[in-house]
Nanobody, 116 residues
Framework: QVQLVESGGGLVQPGGSLRLSCVGS????????MRWYRQAPGKERELVAG????????EYADSAKGRFTISRDNAKNTMYLQMNDLKPEDTAVYYC?????????WGQGTQVTVSS
């Protein structure tokens, strides 16, 4: 079955950096668009960034542009989100997502907390 497992979250000071990872299994990872979403307390889940099958095309939310970089290594079935210059408003649970054969798949999420 399809599984997505995130890691790399944690507590970081404002201005710091984190790199999130998402490992996919149970499907042909390199054949699917992958996305990162996040959900802050009391807010709706929102798209952070997306990446095409090969990684040649990416998209970012305005809040992520210039600070976050999405990438993937299909040989490792892994997607990444490099987050730099983190701000308190980036505090959220970050989720890995893909859509396959009409079904949505989410990871369990990884908590990112930006605080001094």
């Amino acid at each position: 079955q399809v599984q997505l497992v995130e890691s790399g979250g944690g507590l970081v000071q404002p201005g710091g950096s984190l790199r999130l990872s998402c490992v996919g299994s149970g499907f042909t990872f390199g054949s699917y668009v992958m996305r990162w979403y996040r959900q802050a307390p009391g807010k709706e889940r929102e798209l952070v960034a997306g990446i095409s099958f090969t990684g040649a095309s990416t998209e970012y939310a305005d809040s992520a542009k210039g600070r976050f970089t999405i990438s993937r290594d299909n040989a490792k079935n892994t997607m990444y989100l490099q987050m730099n210059d983190l701000k308190p408003e980036d505090t959220a649970v970050y989720y890995c997502y893909t859509r396959r054969m009409g079904n949505d798949y989410w990871g369990q999420g990884t908590q990112v907390t930006v605080s001094s």
